[in-house]
């Protein structure tokens, strides 16, 4: 039986080793061919953020590590507006296509998945 996972990610891009792990974790889900769905809030929106440098950094670029989900069929990703505004971003300058939810609807939206991993 398909279960209906969401992964909320807050934490920001380059957080330590977190967001590797959490990718890895959510392409294990994906290839057991569960319903995966992915909700960026805070400064997790960085994640896909585009013209991310890396450089002056250990761990690698999270836009490239995310561009691998739509090869899994991992292609629900949303972010939460205010975390866009906030920070002074908006969907069309991040690498992959997301859908917008509002701060209001993030409790009702999640309550519609059977396991919810927060991090």
Do not use: C, W
């Not at 992915?38 to 670029?61: C, G, M, P, R």
């Not at 906030?86 to 396991?115: H, K, N, Y």
Request: aromatic letters at 10%.
């Amino acid at each position: 039986m398909m279960k209906k996972y969401l992964f909320a990610l807050r934490k920001s891009n380059y957080s330590g080793l977190y967001v590797q792990e959490t990718i890895d974790i959510i392409l294990t889900t994906a290839a057991f061919e569960q319903d995966v769905t992915i909700l960026l809030l805070d400064d997790a929106v960085f994640h896909l953020k585009n013209h991310q440098n890396a450089i002056n950094s250990a761990y690698k670029n999270t836009a490239t590590l995310f561009s691998i989900l739509p090869t899994m069929d991992v292609d629900a990703i949303f972010v939460e507006t205010q975390s866009l505004l906030e920070r002074g971003l908006s969907a069309d300058m991040l690498t992959l296509p997301v859908q917008e939810v509002s701060r209001e609807d993030i409790t009702p939206f999640m309550s519609q998945f059977d396991i919810v991993f927060a991090g």
